[in-house]
Structure formats: structure tokens, C-alpha cells
T-cell receptor, first 111, second 114 residues
Framework: DAMVIQNPRYQVTQFGKPVTLSCSQT?????MYWYQQKSSQAPKLLFH???????NEADTPDNFQSRRPNTSFCFLDIRSPGLGDAAMYLC??????????FGDGTRLSIL | AQSVTQPDIHITVSEGASLELRCNYS??????LFWYVQSPGQGLQLLLK??????LVQGIKGFEAEFKRSQSSFNLRKPSVHWSDAAEYFC????????????FGAGTILRVKS
């Protein structure tokens, strides 16, 4: 089945140690999004790619960056994770005027 | 500013009872509205969407929602709740431009008691 796949499902990293989360999709959607979701909160959009065009939300910390090497893959890089960055990170995709499809998320823990 | 309000943080219903989850929005133009469901540790699954046309929309898993422009509401309903419906439900609003950026409500946690 076509889907949005996030790896790993659980990631543990050390305070200040760079970490990369990955997202792949087989839907051939041109837009890919990264959300941060903290416990009992709504997802918060960090940034999105429309094709190769990167769109950063105004309040996304500089610590968070993203790469999209091709249509199918998108990465979230956290350069120096702090304790406040522990959260579920959700990847989503969409095309044209269709709703977003979400992956199952990566839960990030910071030691 | 765009916003979505889900007034109920938690709702508990008995299995087999009817359910209504409330959603109110503030949006400058004609909104596109969505309901998503999230089970613990999982991503968000689309239940249903409203773009235009019939204001009563049917979704998956027996859910429906009604768009009421005069009340700025998009409430989610189900006539008979099953234990497997226990999850968190998010209402979202957005434009149908490119990028489809959504604004989510804070979510409503549904508990189902037997």
C-alpha cells in the first residue's frame, strides 16, 4: 500500500548530539511536512517542502533543519537537541488540494 | 487569525452511546475542514473532510460531521460508539492553496466505558 513511512519509530539521543529523522513516501505527493507534537498537544508545523521549495515557519527554532533530496524522501535534522525537543515528530504529505497523509511518527527522547 | 477551538479536552461515553465532538473555527475565508483521529503512539488518520457542497459529510468508521457556517462549527458525530473508537480527535482548518497548511485544534480525548 502507498504510504508515509517514518524511521525510526523511536529514537533516543543525548543532549546536544545531532539527530536525523527520516520520512519516505510512495504516494508521489509533491508537498511534505514536518510537525512537532508534544504530549497532549496538537501537532505544530515546523516547515514544509513544496516540491524543492523549502518553507520555514516563523517560530521554528534554528536548531531544526530539513533536507529533501528527492520527491520520496525528507529528513528532519536537529543540530543540538535540548530536553525541550523531546516530542513526537510527524511527517505528512499532500498533493494539490488533497488532505494530508500522516506517517506514524518518530518519538524522540533526549537523555 | 485562524484558529480552531475544541472545547472539550476529555469526553467519556458508554459503548453503544452516541457521540458528538465539538469544533469551532475562526477563519477569514471559506474554510476547508478536517477531522483526524490519533491512537496512542500513532500518526493521524483522516476521518473525513469538508470542501464544499453538502454540509453533512460522511467519513470512515461510521463517523459524520456537519458544517454550519452560521455557527462556525464542524461537529463530529457517531450514532453508536465502539470501544475501538477510544483515541484523540483533532479538528483542523486550512486553505486549499498549495501546501495545504493546517491549523489544528487542541484535540479531544475520547474514552469509552463498557
Amino acid at each position: 500500500d502507498a504510504m508515509v513511512i517514518q524511521n525510526p519509530r523511536y529514537q533516543v539521543t543525548q543532549f546536544g548530539k545531532p539527530v536525523t529523522l527520516s520520512c519516505s513516501q510512495t504516494l508521489n505527493h509533491n508537498v511534505m511536512y514536518w510537525y512537532q507534537q508534544k504530549s497532549s498537544q496538537a501537532p505544530k508545523l515546523l516547515f514544509h517542502y513544496y516540491d524543492k521549495d523549502f518553507n520555514n515557519e516563523a517560530d521554528t527554532p534554528d536548531n531544526f533543519q530539513s533536507r529533501r533530496p528527492n520527491t520520496s524522501f525528507c529528513f528532519l535534522d536537529i543540530r543540538s537537541p535540548g530536553l525541550g525537543d523531546a516530542a513526537m515528530y510527524l511527517c505528512a504529505t499532500s498533493r494539490d488540494q488533497q488532505p494530508q497523509h500522516f506517517g506514524d511518527g518518530t518519538r524522540l527522547s533526549i537523555l | 487569525a485562524q484558529s480552531v477551538t475544541q472545547p472539550d479536552i476529555h469526553i467519556t461515553v458508554s459503548e453503544g452511546a452516541s457521540l458528538e465532538l465539538r469544533c469551532n473555527y475562526s477563519y477569514g475565508a471559506t474554510p476547508y475542514l478536517f477531522w483526524y483521529v490519533q491512537s496512542p503512539g500513532q500518526g493521524l488518520q483522516l476521518l473525513l473532510k469538508y470542501f464544499s457542497g453538502d454540509t453533512l459529510v460522511q467519513g470512515i468508521k461510521g463517523f459524520e460531521a456537519e458544517f454550519k457556517r452560521s455557527q462556525s462549527s464542524f461537529n463530529l458525530r457517531k450514532p453508536s460508539v465502539h470501544w475501538s473508537d477510544a483515541a484523540e480527535y483533532f479538528c483542523a482548518v486550512g486553505p486549499m492553496e498549495y501546501g495545504n497548511k493546517l491549523v489544528f485544534g487542541a484535540g479531544t480525548i475520547l474514552r469509552v466505558k463498557s
